[in-house]
């Protein structure tokens, strides 16, 4: 069973960044990524990264500010965010998949962390 635990939200300036982390230990995971859910919207697909990282995906509204990696010796992935917005605040879950088919659609994903907060002040 994997177990994703996520860290690194908080709140910060727009125009500021933030990393997150992602540590998904257990079983091997094919595929992780980010979600982010905003008070009264739907979950929206934020980037993913498949097993060797040669393959990745970010959405629309954070292409060219986030970019995601992992590093599997440590089983974590990461997120770092940069030129933040008010509209990036929402809080943020990690998730991981067995395979690499449809990254940015969430029911693609098997294991989901609890969610970390990111506040983003303009």
């Known amino acids: 069973q994997v177990q994703p635990v996520e860290s690194g939200g908080g709140l910060v300036q727009a125009g500021g960044s933030l990393r997150l982390s992602c540590a998904a230990s257990?079983?091997?995971?094919?595929?992780l990524g980010w979600f982010r859910q905003a008070p009264g919207k739907e979950r929206e697909f934020v980037a993913a990264?498949?097993?060797?990282?040669?393959?990745?995906y970010n959405g629309d509204s954070v292409k060219g500010r986030f970019t995601i990696s992992r590093d599997n010796a440590k089983n974590t992935v990461y997120l770092q965010m940069n030129s933040l917005k008010p509209e990036d605040t929402a809080v943020y879950y990690c998730?991981?998949?067995?395979?690499?088919?449809?990254?940015?659609?969430?029911?693609?994903?098997?294991?989901w962390g609890q969610g970390t907060q990111v506040t983003v002040s303009s």
């Open positions: 998730a991981g998949s067995s395979r690499w088919l449809q990254p940015q659609v969430s029911s693609e994903y098997n294991y």
């Open positions: 257990g079983r091997t995971v094919i595929t």
């Open positions: 990264i498949s097993w060797n990282g040669d393959s990745r």
